[in-house]
């Protein structure tokens, strides 16, 4: 279980990057790719990317350095679906 969050979080990971990049392309119109030329896909990326890395780093025997990361990332993940919800773009 354990290999496969770390596995999906590094898949996450990359599939961020790769989308922040077409993003970027689609915004200062380089290329143009039809789902990318607002930030809605690159929210959901961020959002589930912070969702597998928290689940990563949980350690119930942890100490205090060692919680405060996963919840910085799930402040982050529902942060970016706070500011889907309100439309902000």
Not at 23 to 50: A, D, E, G, H, P
Request: with cysteine; aromatic share 20%; charged share 10%.
């Amino acid at each position: 279980m354990r290999r496969a969050i770390n596995c999906l979080g590094w898949i996450g990971v990359s599939l961020t990057i790769f989308t922040l990049i077409l993003t970027l392309l689609t915004t200062y119109q380089f290329i143009y790719v039809k789902y990318f030329n607002s930030y809605n896909t690159l929210q959901w990326c961020i959002f589930f990317t912070m969702v597998f890395l928290a689940a990563r780093m949980f350690d119930l025997k942890a100490s205090l350095k060692n919680i405060v990361y996963p919840i910085t990332c799930m402040i982050i993940a529902v942060g970016t679906i706070f500011f889907m919800y309100m439309n902000v773009r």
